[in-house]
């Protein structure tokens, strides 16, 4: 049973129908860039992200991804961290600049040596490595070649993917092409807030197509390379969508904002094919003359699983006057809007509680999201890839960092995620965002996610109440019946 109160942000878990299936993967996710740090060692060269954070005025505090948590230093300490809090898997992302700096060409053996190190580590701990692509660090020379808006930027993308498949493949059996291209897309070519910076609209949604047919054709190199029994997805960060008000000119807005945040990846992914309504309410920006006979089912592949990130809902309208104000979707201070074509649809909070992302709390959405990919993906199993909260934590006077409503929040959404999967959702993981604290993109380091808390001045990792209360969840497979 779970009660909701009226604002849905608090979720009471008895404990009969808390246990999770057997089996169920406990992890934590990072990114190359948000932790790694070593950006100039071992023949790494620039991604975006290093040229981004270094121009001023892009990054909060002027922070950058140099240093990060070092962890391309403080990997074995790291991994020993994810075995003390008995997780069953660990997802991480590959740095594209590393292995393959120019974003062509021969790879880089130190750059796939460090990987092959991390992941028999993971192994030795019965850690299960979960691989993903593309966690946003493009080398910089594709960039400057064109970047996502461009059609090679996709064939490089899958060359990359059979490289780190042919050195990897024979210990990792899971695989994400790419991660939330919803952001590469629309934060780094529309609204600007995210690396490269650019602010096209039409740019936007090439890099969108660009991203889609680099999925493809980078599933299909790793197929030719990676054993059978490997599994190929992709982490989307849907929006699940509400409408302020049941009005058509509401509902209408949640539907073109449900066309430029989720069926612009699944419409090509689950169905072959752009949905019309996207390409009508784009018209005035782009063509489409992009897509290329044959890009369609070279997207379309077989998934051998979803993966879904999901933080917070988005409530929509059409714009009203009295409604005009600070952008509200969530994704950082730009005058351009990441949504192409929708400058009149108006963001709204949703009431109640916050993270300190200001990002409304509200489980049932993950409810939702996982019940809604179980109808539109029948038989594809389903991972929650990220999911987690930042807040304002700060070491107390015994050293310890106590963080209840991270617990609270983690309660709440794996309470949703047992919702879905006794509503028949085949949810097979969870990887909490995030294993450590990190650079948090455009917000540098002033947003903290991790279960681990990092003093940045001394690298000391610090777990939170939160890593105690999830290695619990892991260690009995279920929720407790209170925190
Ligand atoms: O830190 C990010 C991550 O890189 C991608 N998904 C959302 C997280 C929190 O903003």
Redesign the pocket.
């Known amino acids: 049973m779970t009660t909701t109160d009226n604002t849905s942000t608090t979720t009471v878990t008895a404990p009969h129908r808390t246990q999770f299936p057997t089996g169920f993967l406990w992890g934590a996710a990072t990114?190359a860039y948000?932790i790694e740090g070593a950006v100039r060692e071992d023949g790494r060269t620039p991604s975006i992200w290093d040229t981004f954070s270094h121009t001023p005025g892009k990054v909060e505090n002027g922070d950058t991804g140099d240093v990060a948590v070092d962890h391309y230093h403080r990997w074995r300490d790291d991994v020993r961290l994810m075995a003390d809090l008995g997780l069953t898997s660990y997802r991480f992302s590959v740095a594209w600049p590393r292995v393959q700096p120019t974003g062509r060409g021969p790879a880089v053996q130190r750059g796939l040596d460090f990987y092959r190190g991390l992941v028999d580590e993971l192994l030795s701990h019965g850690i299960k490595p979960v691989v993903t692509l593309y966690?946003?660090d493009l080398p910089q020379e594709l960039e400057s070649a064109g970047g996502w808006p461009e059609r090679d930027t996709a064939h490089r993308f899958a060359e990359y993917a059979g490289i780190v498949g042919e050195a990897l493949g024979d210990r990792v059996e899971s695989w994400v092409t790419l991660?939330?291209p919803w952001?590469s897309a629309f934060l780094g070519y529309s609204s600007g807030v995210h690396a490269p910076g650019r602010t096209d609209p039409a740019a936007a949604l090439r890099a969108a197509h660009h991203l889609n047919l680099g999925h493809g054709l980078a599933t299909q190199a790793l197929r030719s390379v990676l054993p059978a029994r490997a599994g190929i997805g992709i982490s989307l960060?849907p929006s699940v969508v509400r409408a302020l008000t049941e009005s058509p000119a509401d509902l209408d807005a949640k539907r073109r904002i449900d066309a430029l945040a989720n069926r612009v990846f699944t419409g090509p992914l689950l169905k072959g094919a752009y949905p019309q309504d996207l390409i009508d309410d784009t018209a005035r920006v782009t063509d489409w003359s992009f897509v290329q006979d044959g890009d369609l089912a070279s997207i379309h592949q077989p998934l051998d699983f979803i993966g879904l990130?999901y933080?917070t809902p988005a409530v929509v309208s059409a714009a009203r006057p009295d409604q005009d104000g600070p952008r509200l979707d969530g994704h950082g201070a730009s005058d351009h809007s990441p949504w192409p074509a929708a400058d009149d649809i108006a963001f709204h909070h949703a009431p109640g509680e916050v993270t300190a992302?200001n990002w409304p709390v509200d489980p049932t959405g993950l409810t939702d999201l996982l019940l809604d990919y179980t109808a539109q993906a029948p038989g594809v199993p389903l991972y929650v890839t990220?999911n987690?909260a930042?807040y304002d934590d700060v070491v107390d006077a015994d050293g310890r960092v106590h963080d209840p409503d991270r617990i609270r929040y983690l309660h709440g959404h794996l309470g949703a995620i047992h919702d879905a999967i006794r509503a028949g959702a085949d949810v097979r993981g969870y990887f909490l965002?995030?294993l450590l604290d990190?650079f948090?993109?455009a917000y540098g380091y002033g947003?903290r996610?991790g279960a681990v808390y990092v003093d940045y001045e001394t690298q000391a990792r610090i777990p939170k109440s939160s890593a105690a209360w999830y290695a619990q969840v892991a260690r009995t497979g279920g929720l407790p019946a209170t925190d």
Do not use: I, L, T
């Open positions: 990114a948000q966690h946003w991660n939330e952001c960060n990130n933080y992302m990220e987690g930042a965002w995030s990190n948090e993109w947003k996610f």
